[in-house]
């Protein structure tokens, strides 16, 4: 057995988290779905995803380093890159993980079992007053598991997580019994699904390595179950060729490398230690992943599998279960937009986007988030809406990264964008719709209501911090006090006798009643030349997003 | 000043004592947070008299229909704070407003310490 049963180093440390940060990614969607609290941490898993890959990116590069080192990393990346509630509490459990593996060269199951006890007294100090039926208490059903496995002789690192597993899932479904939020939505804790999520990456991660080192290989084999439909037919894969292969000699920039494969295929895993790099991917173009390949460094197990004949013949029951379903198959033209605020998103999603990518406003997307979007989309075609200045040049950046035909409508604003989507018509050509698109985005004017976060000066009107400012298509117009005040002298600036149209969105900082004077205000101005519209965008920091067409 | 709210059987008072004790139990449970910083005399009376006081640490001040929370907090050593003081303001204010009804109009968060916890208590 050439992988250790009964202890890991500070590389397989690194392999196991990075393959459990890969397995949250694919469920992170279902995390968020679990939450309660409607305001903040809207985002669990996608907290703990980014979390955890603050962690993983500061491993990047790291070989042959002691558990100790490799967790000691692990949780200082953690912290860094901790965001939102369940964020704060996985770089806190990394922090006593690293604790218990502190000065350990590598670690058995009472390592583990210490750092999970660890990681349980260090989560548990950082709060007050604990609240039970969350992901602290789900970790305390791992740490307890783990240390009941102590009592026996001879018990494996595997079969520890497995009973953990175990355990911890009997805990998650006890959550809603311990925290009547739960119960009332009827779901389980986020936080202490996503932790399970990870844990269950961890002992996936084993199970491949098993598999591998039976054969007699030394290379972790990190394909990645993708969730999918079970039972769909092969026949119809966009990517069908697995291919593997590895590349000696060190490559210098990982990164580098997955920005030049990214665009050629999906599932790509590019995983590193030291002097060989593992690379695999779904590809169509098998020819081309390798001549990129050659480029880093000799290439050495070089295997090319034809996922559709596989899973005709069904040789190997595994692959099937690792391969995403294509979806789609009848449109031509995808619809990615960015947005920020759940009203202003499901607008969106309800105006035909196919994929709405949180941010703008405070969180850009990057590059690769952009292309990855795009590459998700079933079809060859897709138009993306930036809606956002700062995000043309990812998006531009974007189009080169991907394998997609990618078209930007230049849109500016979130009504610029809204404008656009309702110009589509998906079942014109790519040039219909932008033409159309480009021609909605002129036509629109757009208001916005915010707050001046530091003072300052814009053209000739000075504000100090905290002051309201009302924007006309993103320069400064007024600022006042009020942000109802702001939004009146605005529309009054606007508002012509061309205009037909007026809809607000009013943000998360606005309650209904607040909204609903809104409208009536605006009804007596203007509702006379025009139609007044009040929707629920939700978005945070502008009080007010308004078109005026 | 306490704030009375108008209801169909008559008026309603709502003591700012009354309002920082929720906030306070709010901001009490948020993860990150270890304790609240008493700044006003009554608080630390009623830690001289041994009683619980869950508005420690609580300014509440009511201007109209508008709240300003403010909050002297002390965080656990290793937490990223702007994460934890992001989420004891949002957890506050959803408290707040949804227990209320008022509308909180600004909430400061003001660390004011944190606390480096070597002793091991078992949980």
């Known amino acids: ?549 | 000043m306490a704030k009375e709210i108008r209801t169909d059987i008559g008026k309603l008072a709502l003591s700012e004592e009354a309002i920082a004790t929720i906030a306070g139990a709010a901001a009490t449970e948020c993860y990150g947070v270890v304790g609240m910083a008493g700044r006003k005399m009554t608080d630390g009376i009623s830690e001289l008299l041994g009683q619980e006081n869950l508005a420690k640490g609580v300014d509440v001040t009511i201007d109209g229909d508008d709240l300003y929370i403010t909050l002297y907090v002390v965080l656990g050593y290793g937490v990223k704070i702007p994460e934890v003081a992001r989420m004891v303001a949002d957890k506050v204010r959803y408290t707040v407003e949804n227990l209320t009804g008022l509308k909180v109009k600004k909430i400061t968060v003001n660390v004011e310490g944190l606390r480096l916890q070597e002793d091991v208590e078992s949980w």
């Not at chain 1, 779905?33 to 898993?45: C, I, K, Q, R, S």
């Not at chain 1, 409508?409 to 979130?414: A, D, F, L, M, Y």
């Not at chain 1, 809104?518 to 502008?542: A, M, N, R, T």
């Open chain 1, 1 to 549: 057995m050439v992988i250790a049963e009964s202890r890991i180093d500070g590389d397989q440390f690194i392999d196991i988290i990075t393959y459990a940060k890969d397995y949250l990614y694919y469920r992170k969607e279902e995390v968020d779905a679990l939450n309660v609290f409607p305001v903040p941490d809207g985002d669990t898993g996608t907290n703990m995803y980014l979390t955890l890959s603050s962690a993983v990116e500061s491993l990047n590069g790291m070989s042959g380093i002691s558990i100790s080192e490799a967790s000691e990393i692990a949780s200082r990346g953690a912290l860094m890159g901790a965001r939102g509630n369940s964020g704060v509490i996985l770089s806190q459990i990394l922090r006593g993980i690293a604790k218990g593996f502190a000065g350990k060269e590598h670690a058995g199951p009472q390592e583990v079992g210490e750092a999970m006890d660890e990681a349980v007294i260090t989560a548990y100090k950082s709060v007050m007053k604990p609240v039970e039926g969350t992901i602290l208490t789900v970790l305390r059903g791992l740490r307890d598991a783990a240390l009941d496995c102590l009592a026996f002789d001879e018990v494996t690192i595997y079969h520890m997580l497995k009973e953990c597993l175990l355990r911890g899932n009997e805990v998650l479904e006890k959550t809603p019994d311990l925290l009547p939020v739960l119960k009332e939505a009827g779901v389980v804790d986020a936080g202490g699904q996503g932790l399970l999520y990870i844990v269950e990456g961890a002992l996936e991660w084993y199970e491949k390595d098993h598999e591998v080192s039976r054969e007699g290989g030394k290379v972790v084999d990190l394909q990645l179950a993708v969730p999918v439909v079970h039972g769909e037919e092969l026949t119809n894969i966009e990517y069908p060729y697995d291919t593997q292969l590895l590349i000696l000699g060190g490559v210098a920039s990982i990164d580098l490398l997955k920005q030049f494969l990214e665009p050629l295929g999906d599932s790509l895993l590019v995983v590193g230690s030291g002097d060989v790099v593992r690379v695999h991917i779904h590809t169509a173009v098998p020819e081309q992943v390798i001549g990129v390949c050659r480029q880093y460094g000799s290439l050495s197990d070089v295997t090319i599998d034809n996922m559709i004949e596989q899973s005709k013949t069904a040789l190997r029951s595994r692959v099937q279960a690792t391969v995403p379903v294509t979806v789609e198959a009848k449109k031509t033209i995808s619809v990615v937009s960015v947005a920020i605020g759940s009203g202003i998103k499901a607008i969106m999603k309800s105006l035909g986007t196919d994929f709405v990518m949180d941010g703008g406003i405070t969180m850009n997307p990057s590059t690769s988030d952009v292309a990855a979007a795009v590459n998700s989309m079933g079809t060859d075609k897709v138009i993306f809406l930036p809606n956002n200045p700062n995000i043309f040049l990812a998006a531009r950046q974007a189009k080169r990264l991907t394998g997609r035909k990618m078209y930007i409508v230049p849109s500016k604003t979130i009504p610029q964008g809204i404008s656009a989507l309702l110009a589509l018509n998906l079942e014109e050509s790519v040039e219909y719709n932008l033409k159309r698109a480009g021609k909605a985005i002129r036509s629109v004017k757009t208001a916005e209501v915010t707050f001046a976060a530091r003072d300052g000066k814009f053209g000739k009107h000075t504000f100090r911090q905290g002051d309201i400012i009302g924007l006309i298509d993103g320069k400064v117009d007024i600022v006042g006090q009020d942000p109802e005040e702001v939004l009146k002298d605005l529309m009054a600036h606007m508002v012509t006798e061309s205009d037909s149209l007026i809809t607000v969105y009013y943000g998360h900082d606005v309650d209904d009643e607040t909204a609903s004077v809104v409208y009536e205000v605006l009804e007596k101005d203007f509702g006379s030349d025009c139609d007044i519209e009040v929707h629920f965008g939700g978005q945070p920091l502008y009080y007010y997003i308004v078109s005026v067409e």
